[in-house]
């Protein structure tokens, strides 16, 4: 079983790392390059050109991955899996739309907001509406009608709320991605990390279904996750295709993933986070997400609230540039950061484990 996780992270790996150059030499050769914005650092103003809508590469090689895993290993997709990739199919084309209006109008804004929203809303209530179908037979959907941390908790909020819910993950998590991705390999890399960290969640649900309750030493601390193996395949498959366009994408980067990019991977991220009911868990594990949208929040809010500006420049890795410190130093020192928020959302999903047995 655990090969599909292995073959899916390794396809995924080596579609990107001989793929992503070809999208390279085609996306130049038809001029579609990033627009740089004036009011931005100045060291980044000789990135102008450089091709854009990388994330075509990581999206379709996660896909092909996906299948060819299970091709490989004769085990059929899942709901859970086909939802998860749907949705991060469906942020992508949204975010295609937007970076190609920005090239083709030469412009640093792409589709007008409301467009935009609206593409964002429709896929977005799409995967929470079909989420709630298709139960096992133990009667588990996708996702739970229930809030979770580390597994569901509380009272049942309903159908209604949880598709609210669940655009606000979507939204949230697709918008701190974007903010993030303003330095060379800085989203792809914390991505890596956080897609790895779902891989062993993943796994460890597997192992401590509930439905092999038969075999556990603590059947009380068990998951009920509808599809949690082949939710390890696709964060593997993601993991590698993120890691190989990675190879791409680091300073300096020879191409940029685009809004195509950072709008699927922050979509999947909460689909991956609703599917493995972890929703809560999604802040830690990705904190340096959190943390750059927070540095938005409080320089918009500061500034329209009192008229000055906490940070020099937001989002926050801009603010540090700005202090002096190279693109490469603030890249890999928000690597370790979010690093630091994978090991320590790791380490409370297996105390919650633990607690429980």
């Not at 977005?124 to 096992?136: E, H, N, Q, R, T």
């Not at 190989?244 to 950072?262: C, E, Q, R």
Request: proline share 3%; with cysteine; hydrophobic share 50%.
């Amino acid at each position: 079983m655990m090969n599909q996780i292995l073959f899916a992270g390794v396809i995924g790996l080596f579609l990107t790392l001989i793929g992503t150059p070809l999208l390279i030499k085609l996306l130049a050769r038809k001029g579609y390059g990033q627009y740089i914005r004036d009011d931005g650092p100045r060291e980044h103003a000789s990135k102008r050109g450089t091709p854009t809508m990388g994330g075509i590469a990581f999206i379709l090689a996660t896909i092909v991955a996906y299948f060819l895993s299970k091709v490989i290993t004769g085990k059929p997709p899942t709901y859970s899996g086909l939802l998860v990739l749907g949705l991060m199919a469906g942020m992508g084309l949204v975010g295609f739309l937007d970076d190609y209006i920005k090239i083709v109008k030469r412009r640093s804004l792409g589709l007008r907001a409301k467009a935009k929203m609206a593409g964002q809303l429709i896929v977005g209530i799409a995967f929470a509406v079909l989420s709630l179908m298709f139960s096992d037979n133990r009667g588990n959907t996708p996702a739970s009608t229930k809030l979770s941390f580390i597994t569901d908790f509380g009272w049942t909020i309903g159908p209604v709320l949880f598709v609210i819910w669940a655009l606000f993950m979507i939204l949230a998590m697709s918008n701190g991605v974007n903010l993030t991705d303003g330095l060379d390999g800085l989203a792809t890399g914390a991505s890596v990390l956080v897609f790895g960290a779902y891989t062993f969640i993943g796994v460890w649900q597997y192992q401590e279904s509930c439905a092999n309750a038969q075999t556990l030493t603590n059947p009380g601390a068990c998951y009920e996750v509808r599809d949690p193996l082949d939710l390890a395949v696709v964060a593997s498959a993601l993991m590698g295709a993120c890691l190989g366009f990675l190879w791409w994408n680091t300073s300096p980067a020879k191409i940029f993933m685009g809004d195509t990019g950072s709008l699927a991977l922050g979509g999947v991220l909460a689909g991956l986070a609703i599917c493995s009911r972890t929703e809560l868990l999604l802040a830690l594990l990705g904190g340096l997400f959190v943390l750059i949208t927070m540095s938005v929040v409080i320089q918009v809010g500061s500034f329209r609230l009192t008229g000055r500006r906490v940070f020099r420049m937001a989002p926050l890795q801009h603010h540090f540039e700005l202090k002096g410190w190279s693109e490469v130093l603030v890249v890999v020192r928000f690597w370790i950061i979010q690093g630091i928020c994978v090991i320590v959302g790791l380490g409370l999903f297996y105390a919650g484990w633990a607690a429980d047995k």
